[in-house]
């Protein structure tokens, strides 16, 4: 992902929406045959194994929607006027998306947590991350006096998103058995179309002139924002589940499910929230970062859970 983003602050305009590569319909491509992919490949079985836990749930659902999105209120009314404006709303788009599913999953696994409450939180939070994001979007947007067509968006994501995510939920008795054999494959398709999102919104960007009206100095202070974003929502989450007397296992998914945010939702939902915005690489620079770092802090965090739990 480095390496696109340097190439598109080096040779933009290969790589814009409407250039050579045609980015652009390529990732809206791209997009719904990722939701269809993760559609088909939800299983059923593992959503009704986690169903019944109704305090993680509520917990998880309420950090994801509720909590975090309050603290992205506070950011930006407190970065108000020394940050880009596109970065100031990419802060608070980070906080309003949903839990990752993949990694959300893998750091309860590795963490000896409760593997079918994780499934079914980070599932339940990326469904209703296709209306609750551009909703919360929609809010903050037009509190500042601009304006966000909500109707077109949210249809543009039941359109890309949604439709495609039902469709292959629908036909998953016939492509489970090949999207398990080809898990490999699956993963590099997803990765790859959120890199070329980013390099295509980061082309645009540059080839608009955007990275030379600001200085780098803000990108830092960005990162050491999401660092303390990320450090607030995990002690808030670990403290908070420990006081509501979960079990190890339930405060491990809590954890995890409550303070991530999904990279391979947010960038696609961006480019379809901010379609045709000049801003759409600082507006998704928060997300990056955060993501980065959640992979990072959190690999450690489950290991000493997995101590704990030993």
């Excluded at 993760?38 to 309420?62: E, I, P, Y």
């Excluded at 990320?230 to 491990?252: H, K, M, N, Q, Y």
């Excluded at 999904?262 to 620079?285: D, E, Q, Y």
Aim: aromatic share 8%; glycine share 10%.
């Amino acid at each position: 992902m480095l390496c696109a983003v340097a190439l598109a602050l080096l040779w933009p305009a290969i790589g814009t929406s409407d250039g050579p590569l045609h980015l652009g319909l390529v990732t809206n491509l791209g997009v719904s045959l990722v939701f269809f992919l993760h559609g088909a490949a939800l299983s059923r079985q593992s959503l009704k194994a986690g169903v019944s836990n109704w305090r993680l749930h509520a917990f998880v659902q309420s950090t994801t929607y509720l909590v975090f999105p309050l603290i992205g209120i506070v950011l930006v009314l407190a970065i108000r006027g020394a940050l880009p404006p596109d970065l100031v709303l990419g802060v608070f788009y980070l906080c309003a998306l949903p839990s990752t599913i993949s990694s959300s999953v893998a750091m309860t696994s590795l963490g000896k947590g409760n593997v079918p409450g994780a499934i079914f939180n980070a599932s339940l939070s990326n469904i209703v991350g296709m209306a609750a994001t551009p909703l919360l979007i929609g809010i903050m947007v037009s509190t500042g006096g601009a304006h966000l067509p909500l109707g077109k968006a949210v249809l543009d994501i039941a359109l890309q998103l949604l439709l495609p995510f039902v469709l292959g939920q629908l036909l998953r008795p016939w492509l489970a058995d090949w999207l398990a054999r080809n898990k490999p494959v699956i993963s590099k398709l997803d990765r790859g179309v959120v890199v070329l999102i980013v390099y295509s919104s980061f082309c645009d960007s540059t080839a608009a002139g955007l990275w030379h009206n600001y200085a780098w100095w803000m990108l830092a202070v960005v990162f050491v924002l999401v660092g303390i974003l990320l450090a607030v929502v995990l002690l808030g989450t670990t403290w908070i589940s420990r006081s509501l007397g979960f079990s190890l296992p339930d405060e491990v998914a809590a954890v995890f499910c409550g303070s991530k945010k999904s990279l391979a939702t947010g960038i696609p939902m961006a480019k379809l929230l901010f379609a045709g915005h000049p801003g759409l690489g600082l507006i998704v620079l928060p997300v990056m970062f955060y993501h980065q770092l959640q992979l990072l802090v959190c690999s450690v965090l489950a290991r000493r859970y997995a101590e704990r739990a030993a």
